[in-house]
């Protein structure tokens, strides 16, 4: 049987990595010498690879980053802003997101927090995981639609399914009673079965009084702060330390 209709019937079947390695493998001087099996074995391979690639590609674009470049790889450990490598190394097994639990960054403004979320979350994405991203601003405008629109509950729904939920700028801004009883409504469903990484600017001692009306805010607390990990950034600005930055060029 010839190579070419094997080569159109795995496209046929969606095996375009196993299609790709055996299009390879023509080319390839001494392939012969390889067995059935090992051969075999590389077109496997080379599927579940690109299988493998391409839902990560799919869950990085669900998951709708502020930082979709933001790879751990390119963590800055040298600009003394307090980030613990080692704790940092732990947290990218992502063990935390396996145990449900929870992860806040607090730093001030330019010392990288926002993107140290989105590089969390793109590790998990490696791993398997689903990640969705939103500022709080834009959290509480889209409930905001959804009470209206009678996409509440569907909306609730789908966040509770989603492994890693980035709370970006949480407590930067006075919130109503309803985006009060929101947050808690999705903390809610989330404690104990998903984890929840929160940012801000402000430290979490300060949280509380942020939130506002003291019932709501013991249990937002409750099921945000005390089964979370913390990284505390200090220091200046790195937009300042390395001067003026291009659009797509950002603190790490």
């Known amino acids: 049987m010839?190579?070419?209709?094997?080569?159109?019937?795995?496209?046929?079947?969606?095996?375009l990595g196993m299609a790709a390695a055996l299009a390879e493998q023509q080319s390839q001087d001494g392939i012969d010498r390889l067995g059935f099996e090992e051969r075999l074995g590389l077109l496997v391979e080379r599927e579940a690879s690109e299988r493998e690639s391409r839902q990560t590609a799919s869950r990085l674009r669900r998951a709708k980053l502020k930082f979709a470049d933001a790879s751990p790889e390119d963590i800055d450990y040298r600009t003394n802003r307090g980030l613990d490598r080692t704790l940092t190394a732990r947290l990218l097994t992502c063990e935390w997101v396996r145990e449900k639990q929870n992860l806040i960054l607090v730093a001030p403004t330019g010392l990288g927090k926002s993107w140290?979320?989105?590089?969390?979350?793109?590790?998990?994405?490696r791993q398997g995981f689903t990640a969705c991203y939103l500022r709080m601003p834009k959290l509480n405008e889209e409930l905001a639609i959804a009470h209206g629109s009678g996409r509440y509950a569907r909306l609730l729904a789908q966040w509770a399914k989603t492994d890693i939920m980035i709370l970006d700028d949480l407590a930067m801004a006075p919130l109503t009673d309803s985006a009060r009883r929101d947050l808690l409504e999705i903390l809610d469903d989330r404690h104990g079965y998903r984890s929840t990484l929160a940012t801000s600017q402000i430290p979490v001692d300060l949280w509380h009084g942020a939130i506002g009306e003291p019932t709501v805010a013991d249990a937002i607390l409750d099921r945000l702060v005390h089964n979370a990990h913390r990284i505390t950034l200090e220091g200046e600005s790195l937009r300042k330390t390395r001067?003026?930055?291009?659009?797509n060029s950002q603190t790490k």
């Open 2 to 15: 010839l190579h070419h209709p094997t080569i159109d019937k795995l496209h046929a079947m969606h095996l």
């Open 116 to 125: 140290l979320a989105c590089a969390f979350a793109l590790q998990a994405c």
């Open 243 to 247: 001067g003026s930055l291009t659009a």
